[in-house]
Nanobody, 121 residues
């Protein structure tokens, strides 16, 4: 199985930037697609971005397209989410996940603990 540990969440002003990191353990990490999701209390978990195991293909939710970038380094077993031009509506708990390439929660088998991102006005 894959164990995921997230870091990088915090408080940032609107228009600012933040980079989330997700460190993975387990083999073979490079063969898992990785995704980022976000969730607020009482709301459904929302897809943010995904990256294929080869890193050739990426996929973004319309709400973050052009502002967020997902990347990975298989040699470091790490996935990042670079978030630029942050908006208050980006505020959420962000989760990284490992599984098969796609946009649905059901695509992913392993989840991190979540990290809080708060964007102030």
């Amino acid at each position: 199985q894959v164990h995921l540990v997230e870091s990088g969440g915090g408080l940032v002003q609107a228009g600012g930037s933040l980079r989330l990191s997700c460190a993975a353990s387990g083999r073979p990490f490079s063969r898992y697609a990785m995704g980022w999701f976000r969730q607020n209390p009482g709301k459904e978990r929302e897809f943010v971005a995904a990256i294929a195991w080869s890193a050739v293909n990426t996929y973004y939710a319309d709400s973050v397209k052009g502002r967020f970038t997902i990347s990975r380094d298989n040699a470091k077993n790490t996935v990042w989410l670079q978030m630029n031009s942050l908006k208050p509506e980006d505020t959420a708990v962000y989760y990284c996940a490992a599984g098969t390439y796609g946009w649905a929660v059901s695509n992913y088998n392993y989840w991190g603990q979540g990290t809080q991102v708060t964007v102030s006005s």
